[in-house]
């Protein structure tokens, strides 16, 4: 799920990432009336130096720990991705992780939160 930490944390998240760190769309105009799912926004986040050194990381934790709650019997497992108002950065991310998970067999439900919220 995609979610801004303006309007608070997630009450069920599993794992919660802060994506805050990367440059914001907000303040690029043309971005800011633009969603994350916008291949614009997109091409935004994924181009920003620090992005794929996180999602390798990132990716590799989750390499990691999914089979140990496989493992354990979890039968869902909910990260939460933020930014601050959660239209931008985390829908970028949330959607690239979804995509990583499917890749993989898995199946994924993404939430957006807070998308439609100023």
């Given at each position: 799920?995609?979610?801004?930490y303006?309007?608070?944390?997630?009450r069920?998240?599993?794992?919660?990432?802060?994506?805050?760190?990367?440059?914001?769309?907000?303040?690029v105009?043309g971005?800011r009336?633009?969603?994350?799912a916008d291949?614009?926004?997109a091409?935004y986040?994924?181009?920003?130096?620090?992005?794929?050194e996180?999602?390798?990381r990132?990716?590799a934790?989750l390499?990691?720990?999914?089979p140990?709650?496989?493992?354990?019997?979890?039968s869902?497992l909910?990260?939460?991705?933020?930014?601050t108002g959660?239209?931008?950065r985390?829908?970028?991310?949330?959607?690239e992780?979804?995509?990583w998970?499917?890749?993989?067999g898995h199946p994924?439900?993404?939430d957006h939160r807070?998308?439609?919220?100023?």
């Amino acid at each position: 799920m995609s979610f801004g930490y303006k309007h608070g944390l997630p009450r069920d998240a599993d794992l919660v990432l802060d994506v805050r760190f990367l440059p914001n769309p907000h303040w690029v105009k043309g971005l800011r009336p633009l969603p994350g799912a916008d291949p614009k926004v997109a091409a935004y986040v994924d181009g920003q130096p620090a992005h794929g050194e996180f999602m390798d990381r990132v990716t590799a934790l989750l390499d990691a720990t999914v089979p140990g709650y496989e493992a354990e019997g979890k039968s869902y497992l909910t990260i939460a991705i933020g930014c601050t108002g959660g239209r931008h950065r985390s829908v970028v991310v949330a959607n690239e992780l979804a995509e990583w998970f499917r890749a993989r067999g898995h199946p994924v439900a993404v939430d957006h939160r807070d998308l439609e919220r100023e």
